[in-house]
């Protein structure tokens, strides 16, 4: 909280602190110039001389309140505008009266040591006007700029007690009597509320009840969440003000009247923000200071605030319900704005719970939202955007991420009943936000803007349940709790996760660290893998294709959130590949693994490769169903890879894909000569499609690069692939490389000698090195031959049919 000598007008600190950007320098303030300023006064000093207030003095009045709280007004000032307004002769229009008496407030605040003579006389005259007034027409914003002018009067430290008083008896009648005229408009209410705040500041204990009375009892005017909430706010650091005043002064009075009222408030409703926002205030307040003596303060605020949790969580009859009435709407926010700003607090169950509705259906309203897109906006979403920009822009938005902090805080201290419905909660809006938010995206095709909006909540939201998450590993990832908790919890946890991985924009240590301790914890229970993996959405449901509102298809690669749920689990998977039984994987994983294989995003695809290098690697050899399932996914796997290739599949993921299998499938497998063959035969295909022009493989040209890799991963199976195997392997190699220009068998023969001479397997190498040397010199004999022929120049390699078959002889000593 700002100093309080720095205060200077009260009701400006309220709007700024509580975050009411709108309506901060609520008077328009414009630079005037010192001769404007000069020549208002002398305007309306030409008034009172003439005895006439024209609309020229009109706007000459106006212009020096333009000025704003840059404005000085001296004494000879003051008693100008005294003379005017109490001029018998002199007729004024309605309107100019708030402005003359924002004049003498200026005055009153800004004014080191303002006249007493001065003071009293400014209030006969404002008894006068108010004796006029209250009779004749009303105006709120002249009862309005009446109330803060007598709580600044009460609040000079040299007014006597006679004026003091009688300023606060005419402020608690004019409160008392018109509030409801002054509470309709949202833009005086800060000022109404300044007013407020140094009588309460100034007065007895007499005048303290009554004033408090208004404050928790009438002040809850119906209206929007946003401006009630604001205003809640306003109510809040109003009483931080006032009560760190008291102790400041020592007026322990004040405060142990404070403690009653607040606790016990009879003729107060449970859903009085105002109360709420109050409670909140006289905590701030007792964190500041470590008087022994604010213990009752304290805890009367948070009875209070317990009470109203409380009391809220019997009458709902759900929690986060979309269409929550307009009082539970504003009570929820006002009531995670106290607990967020009211500094520490005692945990209490209540409390928890009522947070949790607060984030799920305010903080985040996300499904309202959503069924508002759905049901009300589908030809036009203007309202719905609107909505969604207002809440961007909101307080109680703009604090979401302090009131998770004081969510988790609550969840570490609150007992298991309320824990686990907490959780469950939690886990069933991620759900929900995964399944509307893609509902939305696709009826929105084209509104990128409205979208956009929604992602940013979506994001917050995010973080929350991320902290959220971290919070509950380290109440239930704990040696106490039974093992079956921590594997659901784990479960659970990740299932969130992925359904909100679409929102994460940004590397969170956080994140991290959850996952980590989740998915360490998953891996370790086949249970719990089988759980987590059988979450994930069905290939049928993955592949549905959906049409929009406008007629335009959706298909499974174009829904970026699918994307990314699915994505989740290709990352997750691996990690706990051992666990699952071969019966699961070929079920549920297997379909989505081949089908996100042709996905056109590189990161889906990769980690599609390497959750098949994790099935292909794991479990023992024994295992006869699932030795049996890799033989059998190897041939989907080759063919979904090598079709995608090159474009779609990347090479090293295949790569990686295919050292896998030659590794860990047992010795001569069948699958590993089709795996084999599927290689030299796409490889064959890519280098007989180069054009002849750019028969020149050592340089680097786009067209060559798909053909090399192939050649370099077949050349680095010849150390992979089993004795069984390799014989095979090498027979199709050498095929392959003599129909190869003459730069192109160099470029293979070099790497092969290099490989061969770097080679420490001492069972292999010397069958390689005679194939080696056979497989030059089958080369350079292909090379003489194809130069003795003449050959056409199509655009494409010449295979030469009739010479294969004389050299299969020679291929057979190899």
């Known amino acids: 909280m700002a100093k309080q000598a720095q205060t200077l007008f009260l009701e400006e600190w309220l709007k700024t602190n509580s975050g009411d950007i709108n309506n901060v320098n609520s008077t328009n303030s414009t630079t005037q110039s010192a001769r404007a300023i000069i020549q208002a006064w002398a305007d309306l000093r030409e008034s009172l001389q003439q005895k006439s207030f024209t609309q020229h003095h009109h706007q000459s009045l106006q212009t020096l309140l333009s000025s704003g709280f840059s404005l000085y007004v001296a004494d000879p000032q003051v008693k100008l505008v005294l003379s005017i307004l109490s001029a018998p002769d002199l007729s004024l229009p309605s309107e100019s009266y708030p402005l003359f008496l924002r004049l003498l407030y200026i005055w009153v605040r800004k004014s080191s040591k303002p006249s007493p003579l001065f003071i ?68 005086l209410v800060p000022s109404v509320l300044a007013g407020m705040g140094y009588a309460l500041s100034s007065c007895g204990s007499v005048h303290f009840v009554r004033i408090l009375d208004s404050l928790f009892g009438i002040w809850n005017k119906e209206g929007g969440p946003t401006s009630n909430v604001m205003h809640g706010l306003m109510v809040l650091h109003l009483v931080e003000w006032v009560l760190y005043n008291c102790i400041q002064s020592h007026s322990s009075e004040k ?20 109360v709420v926002m109050g ?89 309202r939202f959503y069924a508002k897109i759905l049901g009300v906006y589908v030809n036009s979403s203007s309202g719905g955007h609107r909505e969604v920009k207002e809440h961007l822009r909101s307080v109680v938005f703009k604090e979401a991420g302090v009131i998770t902090g004081v969510f988790c805080k609550q969840y570490a201290a609150a007992n298991e009943v309320s824990k686990n419905k907490v959780e469950n909660l939690v886990w069933d809006f991620c759900q929900d936000v995964y399944v509307l938010h893609r509902q939305v995206a696709l009826m929105l095709q084209g509104t990128k803007e409205l979208i956009e909006d929604l992602e940013k909540i979506a994001e917050s939201a995010f973080l929350m349940v991320v902290f959220f998450a971290l919070a509950v590993t380290k109440q239930k990832l704990v040696p106490n709790v039974p093992r079956e908790i921590q594997m659901d919890i784990s479960v659970k946890i990740l299932v969130s996760f992925s359904c909100l991985e679409y929102f994460r924009r940004m590397r969170l240590s956080e994140y991290m660290d959850t996952i980590r301790g989740v998915a360490g914890s998953v891996q370790e229970d086949e249970a719990a893998c089988v759980s987590f993996v059988e979450s994930i959405p069905s290939y049928g449901d993955l592949t549905k294709v959906h049409v929009s509102s406008n007629k335009m298809e959706f298909t499974w690669s174009k829904d970026e959130m699918q994307t990314s749920r699915i994505l ?3 990352r997750v998977i691996p990690t706990c590949a051992e666990r699952i039984p071969a019966s699961v994987f070929r079920k549920t994983v297997s379909p989505i693994l081949f089908l996100y294989m042709g996905h056109p995003n590189g990161k889906v695809t990769r980690a599609s490769h390497s959750t098949f290098v994790a099935f292909i690697s794991s479990g023992k050899d024994d295992d006869d169903e699932r030795v049996s399932l890799k033989e059998q996914l190897v041939y989907y796997y080759m063919q979904r890879s090598l079709e995608g290739f090159p474009g779609v599949t990347p090479f090293e993921g295949m790569a990686s894909g295919v050292a896998a299998l030659v590794r860990y499938l047992p010795a001569g497998s069948p699958s590993i000569f089709y795996c084999v063959h599927s290689l030299v035969e796409k490889t064959s295909s890519l280098c007989s499609e180069v054009p002849r022009e ?28 089993d004795i069984q195997v390799l014989p095979n392997l090498m027979k199709l190699l050498a095929q392959l490389v003599v129909q190869l220009p003459e730069d192109g068998q160099n470029m293979v023969l070099n790497d092969l000698f290099a490989q061969v001479a770097d080679s420490d397997d001492v069972t292999r190498k010397p069958t390689l090195v005679s194939w080696v040397q056979s497989l030059s010199y089958l080369s350079s004999q292909a090379t003489i031959g194809r130069a003795s022929k003449k050959h056409e120049k199509t655009g494409a390699m010449s295979w030469n049919k009739g010479r294969l078959v004389g050299l299969n002889r020679i291929f057979a000593r190899i």
């Open 568 to 570: 989740f689990y290709l």
């Open 694 to 721: 750019l028969d020149s493989w050592n340089d680097l040209h786009d067209e060559l690069e798909p053909c090399k890799k192939l050649l370099d991963l077949l050349l680095r199976l010849l150390s992979l692939v």
């Open 255 to 274: 405060v142990i009247i404070f403690s009653r009222e607040i606790l016990e408030a009879p003729k107060i409703t449970y859903a009085s923000f105002s």
């Open 120 to 187: 009293n006389s400014s209030i006969d005259v404002l008894f006068q006007l108010f004796a006029s007034q209250s009779s004749t027409n009303k105006s709120a914003l002249f009862f309005t700029e009446g109330l803060l002018l007598l709580g600044a009067f009460s609040f000079v430290p040299s007014v006597s007690i006679e004026a003091r008083t009688r300023c606060l008896e005419l402020f608690c009648k004019v409160l008392e009597e018109e509030y409801k005229l002054v509470s309709l408009f949202d833009d």
């Open 279 to 367: 409670a909140a205030g006289a905590l701030r307040a007792s964190n500041r200071s470590i008087s022994s003596g604010l213990m009752q303060l304290r805890g009367s605020a948070e009875r209070r605030l317990e009470i109203v949790a409380g009391e809220f969580i019997s009458k709902s009859g759900s929690f986060s319900d979309p269409n929550n009435e307009l009082k539970d709407s504003v009570l929820l926010q006002c009531m995670s704005l106290a607990l967020a700003r009211s500094g520490a607090i005692s945990s209490r169950d209540s409390l928890l719970l009522c947070l949790t509705s607060a984030l799920l259906s305010e903080i985040f309203p996300l499904r």
